[in-house]
């Protein structure tokens, strides 16, 4: 069979399997996952693997101390020694504490299936190990052995997954990310913004405002003016923006304050944008004489920029062409674990999840007749690569 049969074909097997899809789903949804509740992570994680073991391939629980553990399944052509890999990539863990699911129960509802976490992003290990079962019914001879990882602290950072999935995005020759897709036409996320956090803090020195104003120097008008200073490093157009999120400062009125501090929000398109904003955040000086700054932080992760996921994109749309669904791109400020692993040159492929919307929140959905045809686009992209 040439490839371009390939996405009709999975999505005919996998169209009638929807209900299945949604049983599936129900059964990630309900066994809630927050970051930060290990006992009750696990459980989820637990109920995850065991579907995976349903379908024959390897399936290996990695311990983890303080968060959920990692799921990684392998799926290997029998009898070959293929060295080359790809992986799929995506986390369990949602950012609804136990308990949500009381007031924000699974349903289905007018072709949406509401529920915390159901959108971002089990529906999107819910389509993977639908693609691995098209995959196997369809008796593909695949190219590449098969890594799928689902880790447990994307949404606090990747703290303790990132060294796993780094060093299997490091053997690996493309890297798809689960992630939502974006608006109800599920753009594909081609390029992310960098993220980081920086804390500038400002030493004055306190004085009495009424008796001895000349022997202070004011903490907050100082941070004021630096903040002023950063206000104008913005550049929309380029995708570079900073914006002080919370300040704190000084103790009462007639005293000239030796203490205030902002905490701030950092992102860019570029890795070079990324840099220099480092370097000049770094690089600043008090304005007033005898005021002292203290700059901590920068980016925690890189920006994933489109030259990482342009040629993947371009395959994801003409297998979806096969299938007659358009498929379109877009920019995202937000990251994901798709910036660690384009950081690190691996071609990656981001927003592949579910279509759908509300995430983080009351109203977040999965359009489920996206399912199946997402998931076929999933094994088109992994059995042709
Ligand atoms: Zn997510």
Not at 24 to 39: D, G, H, N, W, Y
Not at 112 to 123: E, I, R, S, V
Request: net charge positive.
């Amino acid at each position: 069979m040439s490839d371009s049969h390939l996405p009709k074909k999975f999505l005919q097997i996998l169209k009638p399997r929807l209900p299945l899809m949604l049983a599936t789903l129900r059964r990630f949804v309900i066994a809630e996952s927050p970051s930060l509740e290990k006992a009750a992570a696990d459980r989820c994680c637990g109920v995850i693997a065991k579907e995976w073991n349903k379908h024959g391939a390897r399936v290996e629980r990695i311990a983890q101390k303080h968060r959920g553990d990692l799921l990684r399944i392998t799926h290997a052509p029998s009898k070959s020694r293929l060295s080359a890999q790809l992986l799929v990539l995506g986390h369990y863990d949602t950012v609804y504490s136990t308990g949500t699911l009381a007031r924000m129960p699974f349903r289905v509802e007018r072709g949406k299936a509401y529920g915390p976490g159901a959108f971002d992003m089990k529906a999107g290990i819910v389509q993977a190990l639908f693609a691995l079962q098209a995959l196997q019914q369809a008796e593909i001879r695949l190219r590449k052995r098969l890594v799928f990882l689902w880790t447990s602290d994307e949404e606090i950072g990747s703290e303790s997954s990132r060294k796993f999935f780094e060093a299997e995005a490091r053997r690996s020759d493309a890297v798809f990310v689960l992630e939502p897709s974006f608006g109800p036409r599920g753009l594909l996320k081609t390029a992310r913004k960098g993220v980081g956090e920086a804390e500038l803090i400002v030493h004055g020195r306190a004085s009495h405002a009424g008796l001895a104003p000349q022997e202070g120097i004011n903490a907050i008008h100082e941070l004021a003016r630096q903040l002023a200073r950063l206000e104008s490093w913005n550049d929309f157009s380029h995708g570079i923006t900073i914006n002080a999120g919370m300040i704190e400062g000084g103790t009462r009125t007639n005293v000239i304050p030796e203490r205030a501090r902002a905490v701030l929000d950092l992102r860019a398109l570029r890795v070079s944008d990324m840099r220099n904003l480092e370097r000049r955040l770094h690089a600043l000086r008090p304005l007033q004489r005898g005021a002292r700054l203290e700059i901590t932080g920068g980016f925690d992760r890189p920006p994933l920029e489109r030259k990482m996921s342009a040629s993947l994109f371009a395959r994801a749309k003409s297998l979806a062409k096969q299938m007659n669904l358009p498929l379109g791109e877009c920019t995202v400020g937000g990251g994901s674990d798709g910036n660690f692993t384009a950081a690190l040159g691996i071609p990656t492929l981001d927003g592949l999840g579910a279509v759908g919307g509300g995430a983080h929140s009351p109203r977040e959905h999965v359009l489920i007749n996206t399912m199946p045809t997402r998931a076929a686009l999933l094994a088109a992209l992994l059995a042709t690569l």
